[in-house]
């Protein structure tokens, strides 16, 4: 059985860093791609980033490139996101997935279609 933990969210303020981690477990860590989406209140989960299985390639969404890195230890079977100079507008809950398969198209991975496993997610809060 898969699971997705998430951890790190929290209250700050405009300007300052955050760093999420997800870990893990129920199968090896190394072999799936991981993906981190968000939801804000009111609105729709959206797609952050993704990053191979062996961490070769990362892609992000055009709001958050430049601000965030998406990064994996497959010796701790945990994936980071430092989220660097947050806005008001990153304020959401972030969620961790992956999915059951390998080698999809790279723009399936943009979708949570594409994504079987999923964490409960972590809130963060960013004030002006």
């Known amino acids: 059985q898969v699971q997705l933990v998430e951890s790190g969210g929290g209250a700050v303020q405009a300007g300052d860093s955050l760093r999420l981690s997800c870990t893990a477990s129920?199968?090896?860590?190394?072999?799936?791609?991981m993906g981190w989406f968000r939801q804000a209140p009111g609105k729709e989960r959206e797609f952050v980033a993704t990053?191979?299985?062996?961490?070769?390639?990362?892609y992000y969404s055009d709001s958050v490139k430049g601000r965030f890195t998406l990064s994996r230890d497959n010796t701790k079977n945990t994936v980071y996101l430092q989220m660097n100079s947050l806005k008001p507008e990153d304020t959401a809950v972030y969620y961790c997935?992956?999915?059951?398969?390998?080698?999809?198209?790279?723009?399936?991975?943009?979708?949570?279609?594409?994504?079987?496993?999923w964490g409960r997610g972590t809130s963060v809060t960013v004030s002006a």
């Open positions: 997935a992956s999915p059951k398969g390998r080698n999809y198209s790279v723009r399936s991975y943009y979708s949570q279609r594409t994504y079987d496993y």
């Open positions: 990053i191979a299985g062996g961490g070769q390639w990362t």
């Open positions: 129920g199968r090896t860590f190394g072999d799936y791609a």
